[in-house]
Each structure stands twice: as structure tokens, then as C-alpha cells.
């Protein structure tokens, strides 16, 4: 079983419809949660970045993270067909931490227009 | 430049072949990571650097796998003898800060292997 579980999709939706994604994790001492961007061809890039449990919102993307179930979201609002990518989802954490992520396979999501 | 610069974009392999992919990192930023990742999957940790020190290569697949980065700037990586199931793209990514936690990772575009 891998330390970050993540359903790949494809998930298609409307343009304009709220989009959930998600990952489960093994790890408790995982302490710092991230959800990373990447377009086809190209490198992964930062969108949110979450310490422990909470939520964090940045515009039309919000972030959760439960630590109880080990379970963080993704939320975007208002998706836009330029949300099309695959979003990865990201941890690190733990006493002997170098600050490598572990990811998940990560989520294609297409925006239909 | 601004970003992560990774070359080559593009490299085909016969089985066998020795390949070196170059990574040049944001300047300043004393972090380094290398990433393998497949088609379909996540990246997967290889190897992290802090400035030139190599301090945790636990994700290298094997002995055929080696990175340096010998002034603490530029980092290679070396695949010996390249076998198929070494087809992926390889990421580079850079942090400014030194250690732990270092969340935002700036990575390179990649570097795709193909061997043949």
C-alpha cells in the first residue's frame, strides 16, 4: 500500500461546477500538505501549501486537511477550462524530515466548456 | 534565468547507453531534490541535496543510479547502462530553504527519457 493514495480519474466536469479532489494518507507524522498543478509537458507548480489540520482558501481553490482521518481536499470553485491539468497532491513531515514530498498519483481533471 | 532549467528536454537511449541529465536550479537556493516520474504516476523521490552535500539518496532504484552536485549549484544526474523500465521523466527541483519542511518546491519542466 503506498504512503499517499490518490483515485488518478479522469474526472470531467461542466465549466462553472465546483470540483472536489482528494487524497488518504498512511503516514501520522506527516505534518505539511500541499496540492501541486502540472499541465501536460510540464513541471508540477505550487498552489496551496496547508500546516497541519485547518482549511486554507486562496481565491477560487480552498484546501482541507484532517489529520483524525488523514484526509485532505482540494476544492475549486467556479472550475474554468484552464483548470485542466492533473493536480498532485503532496505531504512531508516527521523528525528526520529533509523536506522531501511524498505525492500521490494525482487526479486529471478536464473543464469542459 | 528565472526558474529550474533542466537539459535535455528530450533524451532516446539505446538499452545499455550511459545518459546525464543536467539540472540547473534557481540561484540561491541551497535545496535540491531529483524526481522520477512515470507515465501516469506521481513523482517519486531519488535524491536530495543541501548545497553540495548529498543528504539523503534512500529513493536511487539502484546501483546504475548516481547524482552529484559538486559546487552546490548545478546538479547531474547519471543513469549507467540505461534499462526500459528507466523510461520517465526526470524533475528537477529547487528550495531556498536548507532544510526541513521546505514545502514549495520549484521544479524544472523535466527531463523525458525514452530507452529503447
Known amino acids: 500500500q503506498k504512503e499517499v493514495e490518490q483515485d488518478p480519474g479522469p474526472l470531467s466536469v461542466p465549466e462553472g461546477a465546483i470540483v472536489s479532489l482528494n487524497c488518504t494518507y498512511s503516514n501520522s507524522a506527516f505534518q505539511y500538505f500541499m496540492w501541486y498543478r502540472q499541465y501536460s509537458r510540464k513541471g508540477p507548480e505550487l498552489l496551496m501549501y496547508t500546516y497541519s489540520s485547518g482549511n486554507k482558501e486562496d481565491g477560487r481553490f480552498t484546501a482541507q486537511v484532517d489529520k483524525s482521518s488523514k484526509y485532505i481536499s482540494l476544492f475549486i470553485r467556479d472550475s474554468q477550462p484552464s483548470d485542466s491539468a492533473t493536480y498532485l497532491c503532496a505531504m512531508s513531515g516527521g523528525s528526520s524530515n529533509t523536506g522531501k514530498l511524498i505525492f500521490g498519483q494525482g487526479t486529471t481533471l478536464q473543464v469542459k466548456p | 534565468g528565472a526558474g529550474v532549467s533542466q537539459s535535455p528536454r528530450y533524451k532516446v537511449a539505446k538499452r545499455g547507453q550511459d545518459v546525464a541529465l543536467r539540472c540547473d536550479p534557481i540561484s540561491g537556493h541551497v535545496s535540491l531534490f531529483w524526481y522520477q516520474q512515470a507515465l501516469g504516476q506521481g513523482p517519486e523521490f531519488l535524491t536530495y541535496f543541501q548545497n553540495e552535500a548529498q543528504l539523503d539518496k534512500s529513493g536511487l532504484p539502484s546501483d546504475r543510479f548516481f547524482a552529484e552536485r559538486p559546487e552546490g549549484s548545478v546538479s547531474t544526474l547519471k543513469i549507467q547502462r540505461t534499462q526500459q523500465e528507466d523510461s520517465a521523466v526526470y524533475l528537477c527541483?529547487?528550495?531556498?530553504?536548507?532544510?526541513?519542511?521546505?514545502?514549495?518546491?520549484?521544479f524544472g519542466e523535466g527531463s523525458r527519457l525514452t530507452v529503447l
Open positions: 527541483a529547487s528550495s531556498l530553504r536548507d532544510r526541513g519542511n521546505t514545502g514549495e518546491l520549484f
